[in-house]
């Protein structure tokens, strides 16, 4: 083959060459300087070159690259949290929030709001009463203000549950 009609910019052209010149057992060869980029040629003799990408490309297993091992899991994402169940406060306000100038009786409060911790899960609300207290709340209000309407399932189907 004659060669390629791209022309590298003449900063890169010594480069271009070297790395050409390495694989020369490859069917590309650098261009002449004489040919210019913005010829009507290029893309004719690029689309008759076509035929012979395969050449040029080396499908070859590489004796150094290692298959992989087989995964059973692959596709399945890994859990991004964590179960764990405790009940110290991540992070308490006594870290962040100087309550020096407060009343008593607002220090009161917020170290009882300091030593609420709020539960991750369902299975750990309900331990506490005051947590089952306010989801009880919550569903009233939901059944009063007509959130939800309650039907029977279609014959054959299943509710839809949470993770």
Not at 88 to 114: A, D, G, I, T
């Amino acid at each position: 083959m004659s060669g390629t009609t791209l022309k590298p910019s003449s900063n890169d052209h010594s480069e271009t060459e070297e790395v050409i010149e390495e694989g020369r057992d490859s069917t590309i060869e650098p261009s002449p300087p004489s040919e210019q980029f913005g010829s009507e040629d290029i893309f004719t003799e690029i689309l008759n070159q076509s035929s012979s990408v395969e050449g040029v490309l080396n499908l070859e297993p590489d004796p150094f690259m290692k298959r992989l091992p087989h995964h059973h899991n692959r596709g399945i994402p890994k859990p991004t949290y964590e179960l764990e169940l405790s009940t110290e406060v991540k992070y308490p306000m006594s870290n962040y929030v100087s309550n020096h100038r407060l009343s008593e009786s607002n220090k009161s409060f917020v170290n009882q709001l300091s030593t609420m911790a709020i539960p991750n899960s369902v299975q750990e609300a309900l331990v506490d009463p005051r947590w089952k207290v306010a989801m009880n709340e919550e569903m009233k209000s939901l059944q009063k203000n007509e959130t939800w309407e309650l039907v029977e399932c279609p014959p054959g189907k299943k509710p839809v549950g949470c993770r």
